[in-house]
């Protein structure tokens, strides 16, 4: 009993994780912030997409075409990819896909 006290608030976020993800719906994570390094020169397209929010279905913002770092304020999970990361600079969402720590 005292384990699930002492981690009652992690397995409640990860209820509502799962629960969140078998339907499909976005969750954000906030974390510490962190850079990652964009090459879009290994993207089929030569460009990285900014969105809106975490999905491909949702509207392109901008576009990154040249080698980069930028900083991650928060992840989330969405359409279309593994990870999103949104960009401190609030631009909107990237796929972390493309990104190296």
């Known amino acids: 009993m005292s ?30 912030p962190y850079m990652v390094k964009v090459e879009p020169e290994s993207i089929p397209d030569k460009a990285l997409n900014i969105r809106e929010w975490p999905s491909t279905n949702a509207p392109i913002t901008g576009q990154i075409r040249e080698a980069m770092s930028l900083t991650i304020v928060e992840e989330a999970s969405g359409k279309g990819a593994k990870r999103w990361g949104k960009l401190k600079s609030g631009a909107g969402w990237i796929a972390l896909d493309f990104c190296s720590k």
């Open 3 to 32: 384990w699930y006290l002492a981690n009652k608030t992690k397995i409640a976020s990860a209820i509502v994780a799962g629960i969140q993800q078998g339907f499909g719906l976005n969750y954000a994570v906030v974390t510490k």
